[in-house]
């Protein structure tokens, strides 16, 4: 049974913010698929739900030559997945977009509330940690950007203040040639489930490496240290797997119902050596067919 709270749709930002500012104990709604859950299980108690689905600016989705994508936070998972724009420029993020949950619930669920709920294993989180991505916040004290990377400040915790509200999520620019990226999931079972451990990697025109991995430390990371290695030598099957190997010294998963944290840290493993070694046979025949891509 639903606990008892005041539910507002408000039209337009302001009145969002201004309602955020007045009302404590208020939860944002846009997909819903993890709030009502919570709310259907008492796990969190609300006096107010703010519903801010019919606010013009959570709405908007674009991709502007040299500027970037923006993503507005009430944009779906499965309208991130089927623009053309970004299945062109953002791979590892469609793959992303793709693996999370069901088709039915990324039909509800929006990729601002998937980082939002700031779970460690968010399946879009280390997409958007790989290309850069800025989240845009708002309240009626103004507006702040901040790096996806700082965002996440804990197991279900983040920057956002109580009276503050995600309203969309940007991502730079990609170059128009040698950008390629790719997001592997390990899962206990094929299909929509949880991520066991899950890595997404680019490698950019001049040989960078943006590296980040979920469900295998307190927050979604980037694996800097490891960036660093692969940036600093031409990319081999044999760097492939030494880099699988060091993944393991940067993480530190825990174990629970899904999987121990021994397991954890050989899959990452595998999943790291396996993201390479398919950007590496990209780079070599751009014809080979690959669950990676290559604009």
């Excluded at 908007?60 to 030559?65: C, G, N, S, V």
């Excluded at 294993?121 to 916040?137: M, Q």
């Excluded at 890595?199 to 240290?225: C, E, S, W």
């Excluded at 760097?239 to 899904?258: F, H, M, T, Y």
């Amino acid at each position: 049974m639903l606990s008892r709270f005041d539910y507002f749709r408000p039209q337009v930002l302001e009145d969002a913010l201004t309602f955020l500012q007045e009302n404590t104990n208020t939860k944002i709604l846009a997909g819903g698929t993890d709030l009502m859950v919570m709310l259907r299980r008492n796990a969190v108690m609300a006096e107010h739900i703010l519903d801010i689905k019919s606010i013009p600016e959570t709405k908007r989705l674009e991709y502007t030559p040299g500027g970037g994508l923006y993503i507005g936070a009430s944009i779906t998972v499965n309208e991130v997945a089927q623009a053309d724009f970004i299945q062109q420029k953002y791979i590892a993020l469609i793959q992303g977009a793709n693996s999370l949950a069901s088709y039915q619930l990324r039909n509800r669920a929006t990729l601002a509330g998937n980082i939002c709920n700031a779970s460690p294993g968010a399946d879009l989180a280390a997409p958007l940690l790989v290309y850069e991505a800025i989240v845009h916040i708002a309240s009626s004290r103004g507006t702040r950007q901040v790096a996806c990377e700082e965002f996440f400040t804990g197991v279900k915790k983040t920057v956002l203040q109580e009276d503050e509200m995600v309203i969309g999520i940007s991502l730079p620019d990609v170059a128009d040639t040698e950008d390629c990226s790719i997001f592997l999931k390990q899962a206990r079972i094929k299909g929509h489930d949880l991520g066991i451990a899950a890595v997404a990697i680019r490698r950019t025109p001049d040989n960078g490496y943006r590296i980040a991995m979920t469900a295998v430390a307190p927050t979604p990371i980037r694996l800097k240290a490891l960036e660093a290695m692969l940036t600093a030598k031409p990319l081999t099957a044999e760097l492939a797997g030494q880099a699988g190997s060091e993944a393991g010294k940067l993480i530190n998963p825990i174990s629970d119902v899904r999987a121990s944290a021994q397991y954890r840290l050989h899959i990452s493993g595998i999943l790291v050596k396996r993201a390479l070694t398919e950007l590496l046979v990209m780079g070599r025949n751009e014809n080979v067919p690959s669950t990676s891509g290559k604009r």
